[in-house]
Nanobody, 125 residues
Framework: QVQLVESGGGLVQAGGSLRLSCKAS????????MGWFRQAPGKEREFVGSISGDGGRTAYTDSVKGRFSISRDNAKKMVYLQMNNLQREDTADYYCAARLDYGGTYVLAYEYDYWGQGTQVTISS
């Protein structure tokens, strides 16, 4: 069982930066691939990015490439989403998710077994 708690959301002006954090509990954190998803009001949850259990592979949706970066610290059981040059369309609730890593790249919400409660990110113009 893995429990996830996100933090770091808030209100920021367009062009600014935020770093989201996700704290995991449970054993063998390094066995889990981690994903970040977001859901804007009235929209479906969408994939933002993912990172493999060993941190060696990352993947991002096109709209955030070059602006967002995912990293992890397995010793601390933490995963991070660094978001730069934020735009209004990045406004959403952001969720981290976990699943056992079997070497794939996991971009679909249903592929993840554990979810945090989310943290709200609001970008003002």
């Amino acid at each position: 069982q893995v429990q996830l708690v996100e933090s770091g959301g808030g209100l920021v002006q367009a062009g600014g930066s935020l770093r989201l954090s996700c704290k995991a509990s449970g054993r063998t954190f390094s066995s889990y691939a981690m994903g970040w998803f977001r859901q804007a009001p009235g929209k479906e949850r969408e994939f933002v990015g993912s990172i493999s259990g060993d941190g060696g592979r990352t993947a991002y949706t096109d709209s955030v490439k070059g602006r967002f970066s995912i990293s992890r610290d397995n010793a601390k059981k933490m995963v991070y989403l660094q978001m730069n040059n934020l735009q209004r369309e990045d406004t959403a609730d952001y969720y981290c998710a976990a699943r056992l890593d079997y070497g794939g790249t996991y971009v679909l919400a249903y592929e993840y077994d554990y979810w945090g409660q989310g943290t709200q990110v609001t970008i003002s113009s």
